[in-house]
């Protein structure tokens, strides 16, 4: 069975300090790892996925596959990340469904 | 293109009352998920179809959820009758090569 965990319910940091979500899954798989954002009662958008190992509006994430971990790191914070953060995970043989954690709100106090 | 396009986007309605979502997923994608959000339970999986074929319901809550997806330009999900449990914001998805767009979502609420 695949699960993913998003340990922070709620995170809040000031404007300019280091943030990172944590995300960690168990898959006995290849898992694909992604990340997804939602602003203030809007549909969710994709903000990174692991394979395409790319940077969008500061966000970073690694794939650790002996943490079983993907946390998503931005090193200043800005007012306007403060938003609900999912991590989720799709079994790597297929293109079906995704496994979304619970989520993790982030505010950025200014 | 629009984007995946749900309707209505609010929708308020009495305890026993049918309700249907609607859902346009995006041109040519061949997955679409329907998923539902609520502060305690955080985003579910209802159900996702393939090729307009359902390929996993076990997320349904009950009977008294249905799900369909008559051509690929569309989907419906049905709750009849409604309960003020079911109040929740319900998300439509679609997909091509694995990556899913969300539409913006139907908030549900039943009294």
């Known amino acids: 069975a695949q699960r993913v965990t998003q340990p922070e319910k709620l995170l809040s940091v000031f404007k300019g300090a280091p943030v990172e979500l944590k995300c960690n899954y168990s898959?006995?798989?290849?898992?694909?790892l992604f990340w997804y954002v939602q602003y203030s009662r809007q549909r969710l958008q994709l903000l990174l996925r692991?394979?395409s190992r790319e940077s969008i509006k500061g966000f970073t994430a690694d794939l650790n596959k002996g943490e079983t971990s993907f946390h998503l790191k931005k090193p200043f914070a800005q007012e306007e990340d403060s938003a609900m953060y999912y991590c989720?995970?799709?079994?790597?043989?297929?293109?079906?469904?995704?496994?979304f954690g619970r989520g993790t709100q982030l505010t950025v106090w200014p | 293109d629009a984007g995946v396009i749900q309707s209505p986007r609010h929708e308020v309605t009495e305890m026993g009352q049918e309700v249907t979502l609607r859902c346009k997923p995006i041109?040519?994608?061949?997955?679409l998920f329907w998923y539902r959000q609520t502060m305690m339970r955080g985003l579910e999986l209802l159900i996702y179809?393939?090729?307009?074929?359902?390929?996993?319901d076990s997320g349904m809550p009950e009977d008294r959820f249905s799900a369909k997806m008559p051509n690929a330009s569309f989907s419906t999900l049905k709750i009849q009758p409604s309960e003020p449990r079911d109040s929740a914001v319900y998300f439509c998805?679609?997909?091509?090569?694995?990556?899913?767009?969300f539409g913006p979502g139907t908030r549900l609420t039943v009294l």
């Open positions: 692991h394979i």
């Open positions: 989720a995970l799709r079994r790597g043989s297929t293109l079906g469904r995704l496994y």
């Open positions: 898959y006995s798989g290849s898992p694909e």
């Open positions: 179809f393939n090729n307009n074929v359902p390929i996993d």
């Open positions: 041109s040519g994608h061949d997955y």
């Open positions: 998805a679609s997909s091509l090569l694995g990556i899913p767009y």
